[in-house]
T-cell receptor
Framework: GAVVSQHPSRVICKSGTSVKIECRSL??????MFWYRQFPKQSLMLMAT?????????EQGVEKDKFLINHASLTLSTLTVTSAHPEDSSFYIC????????????FGPGTRLTVL | AQSVTQLGSHVSVSEGALVLLRCNYS??????LFWYVQYPNQGLQLLLK??????LVKGINGFEAEFKKSETSFHLTKPSAHMSDAAEYFC???????????FGKGTLLTVNP
């Protein structure tokens, strides 16, 4: 149980285009999902907290107009990187918090974004 | 406020040897503590967690960790390393109502044959 998927696993796009990444909880309902960014050989940095049916809460320094987050249902959150630039290239990982084990986050497999 | 310090960015052990990965934390509220493992180009897998129950926590793949409040530590151990244990390990702390995780910088474990 507690499986989280992400799609796509890898994406390459041109500078200036937008990219959407999906995060799904496959076998549970997730009232809260989190989006992280991980640079090579570094730790995870929390970008935003996404609650179903409400606006996401962004961490300090994260541009909310650039990283659009939508949490339309209890099993799906999306991250859209708008007008992507090479510096947005990174590994993006989502996690979901279950209702029954609210203290634990389960992580997706990550999405490797490369902006040319 | 919370923070995590993982001592040693890289730990190398021989197959069959003891694995010890160190984690110290600070938290202004009673903490929840976690160890996650990450294989290359993959997400994080939960190894074990401490949530104010037993201080010695057993996890998957033979790993365990002990919560020591007096030392503010939550070190991860495994009696006998296996080649498949080679990965990046992250210690994390959360506390308060929002359950946000704060991660340490990670420790890369290599296992030598």
């Amino acid at each position: 149980g507690a499986v989280v998927s992400q799609h796509p696993s890898r994406v390459i796009c041109k500078s200036g285009t937008s990219v959407k990444i999906e995060c799904r909880s496959l076998d549970f309902q997730a009232t809260t999902m989190f989006w992280y960014r991980q640079f090579p050989k570094q730790s995870l940095m929390l970008m935003a907290t996404s609650n179903e049916g409400s606006k996401a809460t962004y961490e300090q320094g994260v541009e909310k107009d650039k990283f659009l987050i939508n949490h339309a249902s209890l099993t799906l959150s999306t991250l859209t990187v708008t007008s992507a630039h090479p510096e947005d290239s990174s590994f993006y990982i989502c996690s979901a918090r279950t209702v029954w084990g609210a203290d634990t986050q389960y992580f997706g497999p990550g999405t490797r974004l490369t902006v040319l | 406020a919370q923070s995590v310090t993982q001592l040693g960015s890289h730990v190398s052990v021989s197959e069959g040897a003891l694995v010890l990965l160190r984690c110290n934390y600070s938290s202004s509220v009673p903490p929840y503590l976690f160890w996650y493992v990450q294989y290359p180009n993959q997400g994080l897998q939960l190894l074990l967690k401490y949530t104010s129950a037993a201080t010695l926590v057993k996890g998957i793949n033979g790993f365990e960790a002990e919560f020591k409040k007096s030392e503010t530590s939550f070190h991860l151990t495994k009696p006998s390393a296996h080649m498949s244990d080679a990965a990046e390990y992250f210690c994390a702390v959360s506390g308060g109502s929002n359950y946000k995780l704060t991660f340490g910088k990670g420790t890369l474990l290599t296992v030598n044959p």
